[in-house]
């Protein structure tokens, strides 16, 4: 755990005075301290091309009355910089009055353990697994013209500090471990990408030589979209695998049901609370307490602990995901979703885990049941527009259907769908809920945080497929 | 205030003099300060104000051929020396890279002029909050929109790059930016638009009345779009979509890419990959440019270079690294493009229009469909259906798709270029892409 004071001249005293002075008068707000150590360390074109360590350190000041938001942040955490924080504070809501909410839960529950990820591997033992990769790749195929492999670790922690006193602390270790492989043959180049991480210990993810099985999964992609022919355009029916896919569930469906959107009715959600979203069977989760997931916090920004949050239930829209602020103004309570990507930045309502439960269909019987569609097993990014429900994520690993059976893999296409009317198209829900393998970072004004997702094998009955055959 | 000069060049010398005494053999050194100030609004009132001061420090020591680096925005002379130290441990423990070194000293960047990219103007909250006022007066004054978010940023920036081979520059800038964002709402539909303006000069920013009336215009002829049928038609670019383009092939042209061999335009310098009627420039030394600097990332001056000369490749982007590794010389785009753009074409927007009976107007794209390596192209995309030259009806729910190595070969342009941001393009139409809709 950070000790923020005494770096400066501040004293957790002289911080408590300063923060209850300036939100008394406040509706909420808090001072959040946060330090952060991170370290990525590359492979690539056969050398160590880079090896960064960074370590940050600051605070951001909130101050909320009504609907107004005011926020200043700095590195230095010293009297004088907090002072000018509060009188900027003060000076934006000079005019509005509220009345401080102290209410804030409490969970004794950890989803990870307080470990440093970066200091518990030798930089040597992480340059020998990356050169064990090159080599390994290289040797695996006379294809293999290029290879990337990185590690990337981080060891934040925060302490968040409430008028009154009160101070809410959490360490974070995040790892992540990626592989590029690109391939050439016949004249054709492609890339195959895999990853693995979460917030346990680089070990924790590499023992058994399990650094091959992220090798062999990038390769194999890449294999199969050298071999791949152009993707059909047009609507057709699609069947999604199982696991990082669910990036459709975050795309179209997540950002829509964030509190924030809602709030102020720009999102397509905002007048469904209680009625049918989606088909019968189809029940979506966001969960921030799954052990050392990626997406898991045990509280989030503003120091309330996460939950399983319920979203839609059997097709049913339940729930939003909620902040303090916008909980506040819409009248209910925060799920614990309030997230910041750091100290320079302002807490949103944010996804943690994204999950579609498992229905009781097979996979084989999705595929049986399609005449002319796609199969689709892996994704790139997605995007959303909010307001017209439109979102697009682009496939890495597709196959044609044709008549029951999978064809042809096709080539990288975006795949394009309506996030309101999406899950209605549901018309078959697998038995094989996966998670994705903990790699996801989700971007909402500009800022990242880690996510993560999970979702059973589906069957949609229309989309649109963005492929150049017509 | 941001902070000055002095302050900036004692950090980065100190950071210099540590590393070099620790034994590093070469080292180079960024220090920059940073303050903004920004006011949000929506539906006519105050929503939020954010503060940002932020300091950053990043340096690079070099043992021979073996190179670290660390980066930290705590400048406390006890917390540098933890991490240069630690920097310098890192270095000794990688392995050595032959291409690894400080760039080409008669490369460096002598004399720098100025580009006016500072303005000390201070446009205080108060102003910001009357600017917004008025902005979103004029955006909300047709009944169909809804919702109205807007934001004035400010911002004040100084910084010094140094390294061991003497040198030691940085200048200021500013940046003052504002944008809007609407909601509009029928029977059938909820659209959303926008419009921004970004300058390096206060006095040059938009009006906000004609930025707010022209993102109100915009989202409102978004209203009850039609999905149209899988097709192979001709498609327009608005200025907005079409500099995209050039984006994505900056990327593919970096040094970096090349010497990966994972670009689509690897080994085509000096051969025919746009239509021959096609240039493109990127010219650091604009007058108040948004993408303008006197010299890179690395200190290398920067000179003007014609990318592409009558749709001849003529160029890659490249940094001392990658120049090595390639045999060339850095042409001082570590750190990629300055400001970049297409020069016009020789047909006005009302002629690229009516060039074809009917053909898709575009003005935004979603989602992250460009493959470099490939050059494969396949987006979301949002738009207008036109006939003989008129907008027919909204369009949305489609995909457009293609191959970069086709498009860039049948790109015509329009001639009205303007000079708004760090990339620019005129209006540009392709044909012979497919939409995928019904």
Redesign the interface.
Known sequence: MSNFFN??DLTRQDADKIVSETLNNCDDGELYLEESKSESIML??N????????????FGFRAISN??????????ISKD?LKN?SE?LK??LKSIKGTYNHEIPKSNKKFYEDINPIEQKT??SK?EVLNKVNDFLRKKDGSV??VTASFAGEHKSIEIIRSGGEALTDVRPLIRFNVSV?L?KNG????GVYGIGGRQSYDDYLKNDNWKNVCEEAFRIASVNLESKP?P???MKVVLGPGWPAILIHEAIGHGLEGDFNR???S?FHDLMGEKVASEGVTIVDDGTIDNRRGSLTIDDEGTPTERTVLIENGILKNFMQDRHNARLMNTKSTGSGRRENY?H?VLPRMRNTMMLSGNQTQDEMIKSVNKGIFAVSF?????????G?????CTEAYEINYGKIGSPI????????GPSILKEVSMVGNDMMLDPGIGTCGKAGQGVPVGVAQPSILIDKM??????? | MVKDQEFLKSKASYCLDLAKKMGATDASVTVGHSISETVNF?NK???????????ALSIETYLGKKR?????????DE?IKT?IE??FE?TK???E?EFNSLPDKNLLAKQISSLNLYDETRFE?DKKIKYLKDLEESASSDEQI??T?SSFTENKSNFILANSDGFCDGYKTSSFSTSCVT?AKDEN????DYEFSSKRHLSDIKQATDLGNKAAKQTIRKLS?K?IE???ISLIFDKRISKGMLSAFASAISASSI????S?LKDKIDQQVFANSINVIDKPDIIKGMGSQNFDSEGVNSNTLQLIENGILKNYLVDTYNGK?LNLKSNGRSGGTTNLYFEKGNISYEDLMKKNSRSLYIT?T????S?L??G?Y???A?GFLVEDGEFKFPV????????FKDMFKNIILANDLEFEYSVNSPTMMIEGM?????
């Open positions: 770096k400066f690539d074109d050398k160590i091309k880079s090896s960064n360590y960074s370590s940050d350190l600051g609907e107004v938001v005011s926020y200043s942040y700095s590195n230095e910089s924080s900027n000076s934006t930089l040597d340059l013209k290029q690109m050439e054709r180049k492609e890339t993707a355009a047009g609507e102020k009715k720009t397509a320079r302002i790139g990014g997605g995007q959303v527009d909010i307001t017209s439109k979102f697009v994520f682009n080539k990288g296409a975006t795949l394009i769908g309506d649109t497929v963005g492929g150049t055959k017509l | 929506r009132s105050l929503e939020a104000s954010d503060r940002s001061d932020g300091l670290s680096s660390i980066s930290s925005s705590n400048l406390l917390n991490l630690k920097c890192t423990i990688t392995p890279d909250n809804i919702n978010e909601v539909s909820m659209e959303r779009p999905k899988s097709e192979k010497a990966r061999g994972t689509f590794k935004e979603i989602g992250h469909g493959n390596v490939t494969d396949s987006v979301g949002t949305n729910e489609i995909t457009i798709a293609g191959n497919t939409v995928a809709g019904k």
